[in-house]
């Protein structure tokens, strides 16, 4: 008999954010992660390799082979995007537009960013937001660089960008997984119930062993407030998002 959590965990088919040994910090290859993913009967993946900024992440040469990119493999549908890096607080992405307008999706993030307080920060990461290229918002609540995120929410509500709840964050051994995150997890479900409104929930893999690694996010639904109704789950609601 299938547990509570692994009920929940089936119905999540895609898994749209993760790295591949081309980030420069990750272990598995294309071929690897697409075979995982099917082993995991996950519909549709993203590979989302860092923007060129992040040390060790690919030159912008490798994100302009989307054309060569395979679609399908292992009968997986696949995207291929970047999770770029915000510069600075314009918003600007570490990828130019004639790139990021070839990606099939586009997170967006801090990374290495200098903290500039939370205001500052907020300007950054809504400028990111309201980029066109721009579909994800990665970790949004990190304790590590503070933002409002509350305006956040709303911003990305009004652009319809989506906001990421990243399953990585949550292993137990990781330090990352602290309250004041969650406090503010729990604000930004909080507005997005309120309009229903949906969010994405990615495992930021960084080897196929760690794809639709869900479990001890979903452990904590019931403390954030969460269920699998408030996000994405099929490919057919990710095509639809994207074509909005």
């Known amino acids: 008999m299938k547990s509570e959590i692994q009920k929940i965990k089936d119905k999540f088919k895609i898994d ?4 591949t040994i081309a980030s420069g910090h990750a272990f598995s290859t294309l071929n690897e992660m697409a075979r995982e993913a099917a082993n995991k ?9 860092h923007g060129p900024t992040t040390p060790g992440a690919p030159i912008d040469t490798y994100f302009r082979c989307g054309d060569r990119f395979p ?12 999770e770029a890096n915000i510069l600075n ?8 537009e004639f790139i990021l307008q070839k990606l099939d999706i586009v997170i967006a993030g801090f990374h290495d960013f200098e903290d500039l307080g939370i205001d500052k920060n907020t300007e950054a990461m809504i400028g990111a937001i309201k980029n066109p290229y721009v579909n994800i918002i990665s970790h949004p609540y990190s304790s590590k660089i503070e933002v409002d995120i509350k305006k956040v929410s709303k911003i990305a509500m009004e652009n319809n960008v989506l906001l990421e709840i990243n399953a990585s964050f949550f292993y137990k051994k990781r330090k990352a997984n602290d309250r004041n995150a ?7 479900v909080t507005i997005f119930k309120k309009h229903n ?3 994405i929930l990615t495992s930021d893999a960084h080897s196929a062993s760690e794809i639709k690694k869900f479990d001890e996010v979903i452990e904590k639904f019931p403390e954030l407030g969460l269920s699998e109704n408030d996000f994405l789950l099929t490919k057919k609601d990710i095509l639809e ?4």
């Open 16 to 19: 749209l954010h993760m790295h």
């Open 41 to 49: 009967k996950l519909e549709m993946i993203a590979i989302t390799d």
């Open 241 to 244: 998002f994207l074509k909005k």
């Open 182 to 188: 969650h406090n503010k997890i729990k604000k930004m």
């Open 197 to 199: 409104k949906k969010l």
């Open 71 to 82: 679609e399908i493999l292992y009968g997986v549908h696949i995207l291929f995007g970047t």
């Open 89 to 96: 607080t314009k918003g600007e992405l570490d990828l130019p």
